[in-house]
T-cell receptor
Framework: GAVVSQHPSRVICKSGTSVKIECRSLDFQATTMFWYRQFPKQSLMLMATSNEGSKATYEQGVEKDKFLINHASLTLSTLTVTSAHPEDSSFYIC????????????FGDGTRLSIL | RKEVEQDPGPFNVPEGATVAFNCTYSNSASQSFFWYRQDCRKEPKLLMSVYSSGNEDGRFTAQLNRASQYISLLIRDSKLSDSATYLCVVPQGGKLIFGQGTELSVKP
C-alpha cells in the first residue's frame, strides 16, 4: 500500500525554538498533502492543505506565519512551527493523496512535539 | 448538526463478539466514505473504503444507507487486536471530514 514517511517522530525542545517536520510520499507522487494536529482525546484537525508548487491553503484560525508550509516537490512537504511555545505541543500528522479528489489519504506516522 | 457524527463510546466487548458502529453525515451529496482505525498515539490507518452500498473485507463489513445518510461498520469475531479508535471519514471539498471517533476495547 501507499507509504508516507514523517520525520522526526518525536521532538522535545525549548520554548522559542523553530521545529521543522518533513513528510515524504515514498512510493507515489502526491500533488496534495495535508497537515493535521491532534490533541489528546480529540479527532484530527486539519491545519492546511499543501499543493506542490503553490502556496498552502490554511484553515480558519491557523496562523500561516506561525506554521510555515513548503511543498517543493511531488514527494516532499515540510511544516515549520516557528517560535514554538508550550501551547503548540501536540501530535502533528501529515497525509498525502495520490489521485483524485475523493480518494483516501495515507497518513505519515506522526510527530509528537513537546515544547518545554 | 455536525458534518460527521459518531457515537464516541467506549464500546467494551468480549473477544469473539460482534460489534457495530454507526456514523451519520450531513452532506447528502457525499459520494465516498472511509473507515480508518487509529491506535493510541499512532497515525490513522485506512481500514475500508465505501463507494457504493457497502464493502466486506474478512471480518469487517461496511454498509452505506444514502437515504438515511449513515454508514455502519460491523466487526465480527472481535479480536484483542481490534481495540482501537475507529474514525468515520467523509471527503468533502477536497478535504477529509473526520468524525470524533468511536473507541473500541476488546477484552479477553
Amino acid at each position: 500500500g501507499a507509504v508516507v514517511s514523517q520525520h522526526p517522530s518525536r521532538v522535545i525542545c525549548k520554548s522559542g525554538t523553530s521545529v521543522k517536520i518533513e513528510c515524504r510520499s515514498l512510493d507515489f507522487q502526491a500533488t496534495t498533502m495535508f497537515w493535521y494536529r491532534q490533541f489528546p482525546k480529540q479527532s484530527l484537525m486539519l491545519m492546511a492543505t499543501s499543493n506542490e508548487g503553490s502556496k498552502a491553503t490554511y484553515e480558519q484560525g491557523v496562523e500561516k506565519d506561525k506554521f510555515l508550509i513548503n511543498h517543493a516537490s511531488l514527494t516532499l512537504s515540510t511544516l515549520t512551527v516557528t517560535s514554538a511555545h508550550p501551547e503548540d505541543s501536540s501530535f502533528y500528522i501529515c497525509s498525502a493523496r495520490a489521485g483524485f479528489y475523493n480518494q483516501p489519504q495515507h497518513f505519515g506516522d506522526g510527530t509528537r512535539l513537546s515544547i518545554l | 448538526r455536525k458534518e460527521v457524527e459518531q457515537d464516541p463510546g467506549p464500546f467494551n466487548v468480549p473477544e469473539g463478539a460482534t460489534v457495530a458502529f454507526n456514523c451519520t453525515y450531513s452532506n447528502s451529496a457525499s459520494q465516498s466514505f472511509f473507515w480508518y482505525r487509529q491506535d493510541c498515539r499512532k497515525e490513522p490507518k485506512l481500514l475500508m473504503s465505501v463507494y457504493s452500498s457497502g464493502n466486506e473485507d474478512g471480518r469487517f463489513t461496511a454498509q452505506l444507507n444514502r437515504a438515511s445518510q449513515y454508514i455502519s461498520l460491523l466487526i465480527r469475531d472481535s479480536k484483542l487486536s481490534d481495540s482501537a479508535t475507529y474514525l468515520c471519514v467523509v471527503p468533502q471539498g477536497g478535504k477529509l471530514i473526520f468524525g470524533q471517533g468511536t473507541e473500541l476495547s476488546v477484552k479477553p
